[in-house]
């Protein structure tokens, strides 16, 4: 059984930085895709970004492109989120998700989900 526990969240000012991380224990970390999804107040959760199991190029929502940075240590079984530039609209709680490969950007198409880490982005 697969369990995701995301860390990393709390109150940044607009314009600031951080970092997500999300830790995969239970299976083989490399063969799941691994997907972040953002679920803002009052809103459906939204696919943020995803990457492969080995070197593809990661895939993001064009609103975070150029400012988020999706990576993974598979030695670590470890995922990440750097997010910098922040916007107020990027307030809400980030998911960790996994699906054996390939990549999907649905919230159906996921397997596993982590528990959240809420991200509070200040004006």
């Known amino acids: 059984q697969v369990q995701l526990v995301e860390s990393g969240g709390g109150l940044v000012q607009a314009g600031g930085s951080l970092t997500l991380s999300c830790e995969f224990t239970g299976q083989a970390f490399s063969t799941y895709a691994m997907h972040w999804f953002r679920q803002a107040p009052g809103k459906e959760r939204m696919f943020v970004g995803a990457?492969?199991?080995?070197?593809?190029?990661?895939l993001y929502v064009q609103s975070v492109k150029g400012r988020f940075t999706i990576s993974r240590d598979n030695a670590k079984n470890t995922l990440y989120l750097q997010m910098n530039s922040l916007q107020r609209e990027d307030t809400g709680v980030y998911y960790c998700?996994?699906?054996?490969?390939?990549?999907?950007?649905?919230?159906?198409?996921?397997?596993?989900w982590g528990k959240g880490t809420l991200v509070t982005v200040s004006s």
């Open positions: 990457i492969s199991g080995g070197d593809g190029a990661p």
């Open positions: 998700a996994a699906r054996p490969l390939p990549i999907a950007i649905t919230v159906g198409g996921m397997r596993y």
